[in-house]
Nanobody, 116 residues
Framework: QVQLVESGGGLAEAGGSLRLSCGAS????????MGWYCQAPGKQRERVAS???????NYVDSVKGRFTISRDNAKNTVYLQMNSLKPEDTGVYYC??????????WGQGTQVTVSS
């Protein structure tokens, strides 16, 4: 049963933009805070942005002013607009609820590669 489907990644040049999308099942999405997580090569997965059901957002310092998270509650979809991309943004991006539960599973993620 597929519950999280990320898309929109790809190869971008430094300074470029990408827009990620994530479709989630209602059991994960509805009324929950959702987040985008990044797993950079050789590093642990970390949350880079989150958005509450009501639309309040939070970002890790390294992406503030460059990334924008949004959601469409009618479509069970969360987005990540990534601008002014840097090579250090490279990684596999996942969406999931916040916080992660012990029983949480992950989607396949979407690869973002930023060239210098």
């Amino acid at each position: 049963q597929v519950q999280l489907v990320e898309s929109g990644g790809g190869l971008a040049e430094a300074g470029g933009s990408l827009r990620l999308s994530c479709g989630a099942s209602g059991s994960i999405f509805r009324l929950n805070t959702m987040g985008w997580y990044c797993q950079a090569p050789g590093k642990q997965r970390e949350r880079v942005a989150s958005i509450t059901w009501g639309g309040s957002t939070n970002y890790v310092d390294s992406v503030k002013g460059r990334f924008t998270i949004s959601r469409d509650n009618a479509k069970n979809t969360v987005y990540l607009q990534m601008n002014s991309l840097k090579p250090e943004d490279t990684g596999v991006y996942y969406c999931n609820r916040v916080p992660i539960l012990r029983t949480s599973s992950w989607g396949q993620g979407t690869q973002v590669t930023v060239s210098s």
